[in-house]
Structure formats: C-alpha cells, structure tokens
C-alpha cells in the first residue's frame, strides 16, 4: 500500500543541525517533496528531489535520497527559532496522472534556545 | 497575484447543515485539489480537478461533493456535516506537468 512514513517530533537547539527522516514505499515516484507547515498557516514548499538524484543542497537544506531503503532525510544546518514548524515528507507516485501527493504524518521541529 | 486564496478561514457548523468552501488562484493552473489534515496524519486528498468543468474523487470523498464551474475557482461543499468533517481543509493547484502543488492557507472547519 501507499504510506510515507516520519517520526512525529523532534527537538534540537538553536544552532545544531536537525536531520528529519522519512521512508516512502513507491519506488517508481518520480518526485519526493519536503514542506514546511508553520502555526496557522499553509504548505509551503521547502525544497524536493528527482529521483535519479542522491543529494541536493540549498542553502541550509540538505536532501539525501537512498532509494536502494526508499529513505529521505531533510537536513537543517545551523537551525532556527524560525525553523520551528510541521516538516511534511511526500512522494508523487506516477500512476494516477494528476500529480497525486502522498504525505507522511508530518514532523514537529521545536527549537530551544 | 495572491496565489492560492481560501474562504473563509474559520467556520463552525452545526451537525446537519450545509456550507461550500471556495478555492480560488490567480495563476492559471490547470489542476485543482481539496484535502483534509487531521491531528497525527498527512493530508488525505477528497477531491481533485484536472480542468473547468471536470471534477473526480480522491482518496476520502464520502460527504463532500465539489464544482469547477470555473478555472479559477473549485468549490467543496457538504451537505450535511457531521462531526467526523472537523478537520483543517487545504486547497492546492498546479500547472500540469509542474513538480509542485501550491497551497492555500487552509480553512478550519469544526462540526459541534
């Protein structure tokens, strides 16, 4: 079946990294998405990756795709009272035709002084 | 140009009456969608549009019905809500073929 799979809550320190992990089960989607979710407000896309990529850098967002364990991680550099949100991993299976998202349960980021 | 605009942005119903949510974007996008985000869970898409006039169901549409009359707007509506429908409701479009989703900034929704 189809389920994104991301643990629900993680706390760091302002100015740690923060690594959040995500497992697909589509092995064919062609396209896999982080967005970020702050208090109150809508998805916002943060950064994806094309599938036939391992890794893609922007700015202080790091994405690894190992798609050998359909894992992907989203990693924070240098994390900020500002990074603090709901990070929702989802992959884009190709059957359907109409860009179907499938999204995990989304990751609480708290950031602590 | 707003994007992706939603309204309203709160409403409370009681159990049995009717309300329409409006979607609307100011970019043209082909492709329309309506999810719902509950506590604990990622989005589950009700209902989607891949142009005006055409509408088709998701994953969860039992209780909703929708309308794409035209290409900028896509309306959601219940007709009698029940409290299982409290939820948050997101609307998204897209260009076809893009690599993204846009999303609106959600409605609340609770059903007493």
Not at chain 1, 80 to 93: L, N, R
Not at chain 2, 33 to 55: A, C, N
Not at chain 2, 60 to 87: C, H, I, M, W
């Amino acid at each position: 079946g189809e389920d994104v799979e991301q643990s629900l809550f993680l706390s760091v320190r302002e100015g740690d990294s923060s690594v959040i992990n995500c497992t697909y089960t589509d092995s064919s989607s062609t396209y896999l998405y982080w967005y970020k979710q702050e208090p109150g407000a809508g998805l916002q896309l943060l950064t994806y990756i094309f599938s036939n990529m391992d890794m893609k850098q922007d700015q202080r967002l790091t994405v690894l795709l190992n798609k050998k364990d359909k894992h992907l991680s989203l990693r924070i550099a240098d994390t900020q009272t500002g990074d603090s949100a709901i990070y929702f991993c989802a992959e884009s299976p190709p059957r359907g035709g109409y860009n179907k998202l499938i999204f995990g349960a989304g990751t609480r980021l708290a950031v602590h002084p | 140009n707003a994007g992706v605009t939603q309204t309203p942005k709160f409403r409370v119903l009681k159990t049995g009456q009717s309300m329409t949510l409006l979607c609307a974007q100011d970019m043209n996008h082909e492709y329309m969608y309506w999810y719902r985000q509950d506590p604990g869970m990622g989005l589950r898409l009700i209902h989607y549009s891949v142009g005006e006039g055409t509408t088709a169901k998701g994953e969860v549409p039992d209780g909703y019905n929708v309308s794409r009359l035209k290409k900028q707007n896509f309306l959601l509506g219940l007709e009698s809500a029940a409290p299982s429908q409290t939820s948050v409701y997101f609307c998204a479009s897209r260009i076809p073929g893009a690599d993204t989703q846009y999303f609106g900034p959600g409605t609340r929704l609770t059903v007493l």
